[in-house]
């Protein structure tokens, strides 16, 4: 229902109970531990017990199983992680499993792997390098250069090599080339010179663009290196087949190296919180967060077990914020992920949480405005819930979607959303005097649209009022009596007085004989706004001035409530966009001879898919931002800092 | 020009000119993406949900464009007679979301190429970069609010 009230406090006790005592409130995960600031009255020393081996498991297994998962047999997507008690999972690491000796065999199989793989790789380029000089016929240590004599082995572009012929010619007489291979445009070929003209055979060779290529020194040629070499990488190929082989052995083990990753992370985790602790010889003192509804049952927890252990509450530091820990009820826990997706109030903030439930979800069901799109996003969610093995944490964006798809089923059924079908085109059975059974609103006909942009005003202004009571609600609570008035309730009344004005002014809803009531009632707000805005200025002429000024205001509101219009254009897009795939789909299936039908099934299948998913996904995100930008400016700033209990973290396992 | 012909330009603008408009920002945003994705792959789902944001004023332009095919009664084969100033007005109709939808989609894409570079700092920042992107396409949904009340006005 909001933001949890905090305590910090400390604990002391024994040293000899302060491994349990750690495992206790880990396992509890109620507990921020916080660091002990310097200052104390009395000198303590750090509590740090040097273990480097839990970090050298909990990097080793990791290594393991990023290693082996591609091996591994997969688990199927609606398994989810391994799910299991954290008594079981600390009886895997103390039991029979050797996770020791799978580390080993995971890291030795990797070595071997690797230089497997980097030998082939070397062999490759070798081959490749070779095969254009496999017309060489004599074994490539013998190619040196001679007493008078220099030798190029390289490559010339094939347009060039004539005429680096004929160029090596003019020369002299003691030069030759000959071509060994010509691939495309490439020639191979091996250059002989006389070391009498060095200096310009070089200056030729590289205006010919000639490179020169150095071939491994071996004593052999090379149809006998090529054909050694293909043994060499069957060879490879096989040991790296074995590999393979071996890590789909070693998968085997993966559920229980994740398990044994886990739980030694957990003791990762209580080593950090160690560094925090600070003690005597004989004692030890732990400071931190808990909420005050968890404080009694961890104190009377640890006074039974521990009797020589002291909980108390102290004092936050200057300038210390609590953290946030957000608490609601069942039905509107979901909406905490819309809440996250901001950030947390702060702490002597509303959480906004059950306040936007309710809007959030209407603005999702008329932004999409399809019973059939919501009943396919409440099958979906809802089998995912039933079905698949998730952690309780993330269902909560699953849950509210079920739910926003059937408040869609509703507003479908209200405006006569059905995949984007009309009348026409409905069966006869869901049709009643020309419209939808149950359609009190077609939106895209007639005077249609122009009720449903009202409709997104009217709860945008009834929403931005809410803003505002809440606030002044909360400044009541928080005994700020004059800003509740005087910014909240009066700025209510001002809103009203204004939207009566309009109304009766055209005659709508309310009858025009009250016009000239709601315009005096109006100009009061006026002056009232002029007179109480400024308040906490100094002077006179600013008093007045800020009163003034605050009138601009208004347009700021305009502006939020306008903003809900999105509402309605979304809402119609969404019908338009079913309605143009059933159009498509027809036409597919009476220009389309013989398979006509497939296709048409096929766009109706993947169009109503898309269009649900894009549409789902800006409903979501503009009610967000209604939420966010128009809503929580009312009441809440915002910028709490999240409550990170010291518990037992998972990543690859789940803990029930 | 026939008054015909002239909606049809409207339609075609509509959908021509939200579709750049996306392209661009799908694209600008994809770029970033497939930076982020290099180093940290399992990042891969938030991107793309990044990414598509700037996709929607395509969309909004298409559903422009299908607006005016609909009034016309193309679909149906029999083609309205409208007159020269319904042709007119058909295409102004159009306009308010074929230039938001260039704009705001070219702009959002670099907001989203932005936001990406805080996901790929922390993960826990998609909620925030996804809204801010979203904060551009208020522009692009007000612009298809407009055509779509202008349209349900036009009487053919």
């Given amino acids: 229902m909001a933001v949890l009230a905090m305590e910090k406090v400390q604990i002391l006790g024994m040293k000899t109970d302060l491994e349990k005592i750690l495992t206790l409130l880990q396992k509890r995960g109620v507990m921020q531990v916080e660091e002990i600031s310097e200052g104390a009255e009395f000198e303590l020393e750090n509590i740090e017990k040097e273990d480097h081996d839990i970090d050298f498991i909990v990097a080793n297994t990791d290594f393991a199983i990023k290693l082996l998962t591609p091996y591994a047999l997969k688990r199927p997507i609606w398994a989810g992680k391994p799910t299991l008690t954290s008594e079981s999972a600390i009886g895997t690491v103390k039991g029979g499993f050797d996770y020791r000796a799978i580390i080993k065999e995971c890291q030795s ?145 993966l559920e229980n190296l994740q398990i044994v990753h886990d739980v030694f992370a957990w003791q990762q985790e209580e080593q950090r919180v160690r560094e925090k602790l600070k003690g005597t010889t004989y004692s030890f003192v732990v400071t931190g967060w808990i909420a005050k509804l968890d404080l009694k049952k961890i104190q009377k927890e640890l006074n039974e077990k521990y009797p020589s252990t002291a909980i108390q509450e102290i004092k936050p530091e200057e300038g210390e914020d609590p953290p946030i820990l957000l608490h609601n009820k069942r039905t509107s826990w979901p909406f905490e992920s819309v809440t996250r997706l901001y950030g947390f109030p702060l702490a002597n903030e509303v959480d906004p949480t059950p306040f936007l439930a309710t809007f959030f979800i209407v603005f999702f069901a008329l932004c999409l405005t399809d019973a059939g799109y919501g009943l396919m996003l ?18 909560g964006l699953i849950r509210l979607l079920m739910w926003g798809g059937v408040l869609t089923m509703v507003a479908g059924y209200f405006f006569g959303g059905y995949f984007g079908l009309t009348v026409e085109q409905a069966p ?24 449903f942009l009202v409709l997104a005003l009217v709860l945008g202004i009834v929403q931005v009022l809410i803003g505002k009571a809440i606030d002044g ?167 709490g800092i999240g409550f990170k209990p010291f518990k037992r973290t998972c990543k690859y396992i789940n803990i029930t | 020009m026939s008054a015909v012909a002239i909606a049809i330009a409207g339609a075609t603008i509509s959908v021509f000119l939200g579709g750049a408009g996306s392209a661009v920002g799908v694209g600008l945003a994809g770029l970033s993406g497939a930076g982020v994705i290099s180093e940290k792959p399992e990042l891969f789902g938030k991107v793309l949900l990044i990414q598509a944001l700037p996709g929607t004023q395509g969309i909004y332009g298409f559903l422009g464009g299908l607006l005016v095919i609909f009034k016309l009664g193309l679909f149906s084969g029999e083609v309205a007679a409208i007159s020269m100033e319904t042709g007119w007005l058909l295409f102004f109709a159009c306009l308010p979301v074929a230039i938001t939808g260039l704009v705001s989609g070219i702009y959002q894409g670099k907001v989203a190429a932005a936001g990406l570079h805080a996901v790929a700092k922390d993960q826990a920042n998609v909620g925030k970069a996804v809204i801010m992107a979203a904060m551009v396409e208020t522009y692009a949904v007000i612009g298809l609010l407009i055509t779509l009340l202008l349209w349900a006005f036009i009487e053919v």
């Fill in chain 1, 378 to 395: 409440f099958v979906i969610m809802f089998l995912m819930l039933r079905f698949f093995n998730l952690p309780k944490e993330s269902t």
């Fill in chain 1, 109 to 253: 199989a990797e070595e071997k792997h690797n230089a497997d793989q980097n030998n082939l790789a070397a062999l490759e380029t070798e081959e490749k390098l070779l095969q254009n000089w496999g017309k060489l016929n004599f074994a490539l240590d013998t190619v040196k250069d001679t007493a008078h004599a220099r030798i190029h082995l390289g490559e010339v572009p094939t347009l060039e090599y004539d005429a680096l012929k004929a160029a090596l010619k003019e020369l002299g007489e003691l030069t030759s080339i000959n071509k060994v291979h010509e691939e495309g445009s490439h020639t191979y070929a091996v250059v002989a010179i006389s070391k009498e003209y060095e200096d310009e055979s070089k200056q030729l060779l590289s205006k010919m663009k000639f490179q020169e290529i150095e071939l491994p020194e071996l004593a052999m040629t090379v149809p006998e290196r090529l054909k050694e070499i293909t043994t060499q990488k069957q060879d490879l190929e096989q040991e790296i087949t074995k590999n393979k082989e071996e890590f789909t052995r070693l998968g085997k083990h």
């Fill in chain 1, 428 to 451: 006869a059975f869901m049709i009643k005097d020309g419209a939808f059974k149950g359609q009190i609103l077609n939106p895209a006909a007639g005077s249609g649209p122009l009720i």
């Fill in chain 1, 473 to 639: 609600w909360w400044k009541i609570k928080q005994k700020q009596y004059l800003d509740a008035v005087f910014d909240s309730f009066l700025w209510i009344y001002f809103l009203l007085a204004i939207i009566g004005f309009g109304l009766a002014s055209s005659g709508a809803l309310i009858p025009v004989e009250y016009a000239g009531l709601f315009k005096w009632l109006t100009l009061g707000g006026v002056a009232a706004m002029i007179l109480t805005q400024g308040r906490k200025q100094k002077s006179i002429p600013a008093k007045f001035g800020i009163g003034v000024l605050s009138l601009y205001g208004l347009v700021g509101y305009l502006g939020d409530i306008l903003s809900y219009s999105r509402i309605m254009a979304l809402g119609l897009g969404t019908g338009i966009i079913a309605f143009a795939m059933n159009i498509i789909a027809a036409l597919a299936y009476d220009l389309i001879p013989y398979v006509g039908i497939v296709v048409a099934i096929i766009v109706l299948i993947l169009g109503h898919t898309m269009n649900l998913v894009l549409s789902a996904l800006g409903a979501f995100i503009h009610s967000a931002r209604l939420q966010f930008v128009e809503f929580f400016s009312k009441f809440m700033e915002g910028g």
